[in-house]
């Protein structure tokens, strides 16, 4: 009967937790972490400012780039904001819809990053395999597809997840293990059985990211046969020059997901400090370190950098 009374009983609000063991520097982190905000947004916000307005930009490798960067500014106002919260002002509560909206969020731009690095991938492909065919193949309205097939999966698939969560119970613990709110962290709260929601988080993390990841493994399997095959040293190195900022790319995105998948299955004995701080690399690596990748990499970005400093100091000395 008590079980009955609680079937539909939410908190109205989850507690964050921050980063257990380290809350004495809770403030003094606060300042790393909002530079690191500053950069994710001003770095990612460079980066679309300058494919928009530099027309030699126009072409299909710099469309994905500029893909790329609004799903790492989606994950940084998503995440930064709440972690800034905590750190600053303490403020640990997020309502409980809130909550669910901001996992939505979280995960809906990660799933569109995966989806953008495929995209990347096979950019590199035919760029590689078919040099003289690339305008061709690559059109500006297969790239329109192509991204609007990326945002329609990512929303679709994510889709489901709030609503799985807002039909369990919570009538015991609100803290969650994080500084947002996941689908794994509010899952393990509740109190019924969550198999539905860890079948449906399998296979859409199978469906986006599972995918994804062999694909763009294959890509880079028939890019270096291809690349084998040209005559020249020089022709090679000159090829797979134009694939390391994917890369990175790549590695920046999936080496810290594949840490917290690890570490979530057979990392049960691990502190949760180290748990919350895998998490939050996942979520915070890519939007500040893929714009410092291809800024290095991109003449036209570093030029609009400089451009940029250039006239704040012109406006503050006038």
Request: glycine fraction near 6%; aromatic fraction near 14%; hydrophobic fraction near 50%.
């Amino acid at each position: 009967m008590a079980d009955n009374n609680y079937s539909h009983f939410q908190h109205p609000y989850f507690v964050l937790t921050g980063i257990p063991g380290l809350e004495q520097k809770y403030y003094w982190m606060a300042f790393p972490l909002g530079a690191i905000y500053v950069i994710a947004l001003f770095g990612n916000g460079v980066i679309i400012s300058t494919i928009k307005s530099e027309s030699s930009l126009h072409i299909p490798m710099y469309y994905f780039l500029f893909m790329l960067a609004l799903a790492d500014m989606g994950l940084a106002l998503c995440t930064l904001p709440s972690m800034l919260g905590i750190f600053w002002f303490n403020y640990k509560s997020i309502a409980f819809d809130a909550c669910l909206v901001q996992m939505y969020f979280i995960h809906t731009f990660s799933a569109i990053e995966s989806g953008v690095l495929v995209a990347m991938a096979f950019d590199r492909v035919v760029a590689i395999w078919d040099p003289l065919r690339y305008g061709t193949i690559l059109t500006n309205g297969v790239v329109g597809r192509t991204g609007a097939i990326i945002l329609t999966r990512a929303v679709f698939v994510v889709f489901p997840v709030p609503f799985l969560i807002k039909r369990l119970p919570f009538y015991r613990s609100n803290i969650l293990s994080h500084s947002f709110c996941l689908h794994q962290d509010v899952m393990r709260l509740a109190c019924a059985s969550t198999r539905v929601n860890s079948l449906y988080g399998l296979i859409a993390v199978i469906f986006t990211k599972g995918s994804d990841s062999l694909s763009i493994l294959f890509s880079y399997v028939f890019i270096f046969r291809t690349v084998m095959a040209i005559a020249s040293g020089k022709g090679r190195l000159k090829a797979l020059n134009t694939c390391v900022s994917h890369i990175c790319a790549v590695l920046i995105f999936y080496v810290p997901l594949i840490g917290v998948s690890v570490i979530h299955r057979f990392g049960k004995h691990l502190s949760p400090l180290t748990h919350a701080l895998m998490a939050n690399a996942y979520l915070l690596v890519p939007p500040v370190l893929n714009p410092i990748v291809y800024t290095v990499k991109t003449k036209e970005i570093r030029k609009k950098i400089i451009q940029i400093f250039v006239q704040t100091k012109i406006t503050a000395e006038g």
